[in-house]
């Protein structure tokens, strides 16, 4: 059996234990569920290593431009490369283009730090490392949004009135789509204006605004569906794929073989429950 059909099975398999969660929360899911975080957690760890740690931190700690093998520091970068492994630690320093900045020592302790949180005792070294990561990207992603979602939203809302545009235009700039954007904008801000009761005049902008509200997050939502069912689309036609003789009717027998042990299972809980009654 090659690679490939062990590796369809496998998919099928995890497929179908998913889809089983449609019935009720049952082993299948379990094991799939579990298979999907670690294999997640496992993957994610080892890219950050390998594209951030090891190159932006160990290569700045220890760069090849500045190899010495007489001197402490990279006599001790030889000993990690002893007893760990060559390809963290290749022989001659890291050559990723950095030079030696040791500042960056004190992202290194605290990353420690917080590794100290597996021990009971030492977990209160962890909240530093913590501390420090959140406190500093929060900063980082304040100063970003800022950037990114309010100042951008605040120029695509300013909007320009010229001569040479039409009045109508399905897409790019006319007068009623920039009419359109001003009034979406200015009532579905209005909306979120609590400090005056919403009646009279602001009651009925803030109520436009709550439509504009509504198609805003109709769309977004619409959106969302119909990228998940392109997900599921593509999932069920590998599904019909792997249901041919080339894969030996992968898809078919696994969703034999799954409906008869979930109907054996359900009908061991059932008798456990009913007995314990």
Known sequence: MSAEI??????????????????????????????????????????????????????RLWPSSEYNDSGFWYGLYDLLGTVTSSAVFPAGGIDKGHGMHLIYLIPFALGIMMLLSVHSKMTWFARWGI?????????LRAYGFLNSNVIGQIKGSAVKFSGDMPFFAMIGDSYFNSLILIVGTISGLLYFYFSREHVGLLGKVSR????????????????????????LVGRFTRLIDYARVEYNYASIWMFVIMVIVLAIWAFKSKEGKEASA
């Open 6 to 59: 062990i590796g369809a099975w496998i998919a099928v398999f995890l497929t179908f234990a998913i889809f089983s969660y449609l019935y009720k929360d049952n082993p299948f899911y379990k094991i799939a569920e579990h298979i999907f975080v670690g294999v997640s957690a496992g993957y994610w760890a080892s890219m950050f290593f390998w594209t951030q740690i090891q190159p932006n931190l160990f290569g």
């Open 131 to 139: 501390a420090y990561t959140v406190g500093m990207a929060a900063g």
């Open 208 to 231: 436009l605004g709550i439509y504009f509200l509504m198609i805003s997050f109709g769309a977004s939502f619409g959106f969302a569906v119909m990228g998940r069912i392109s997900l």
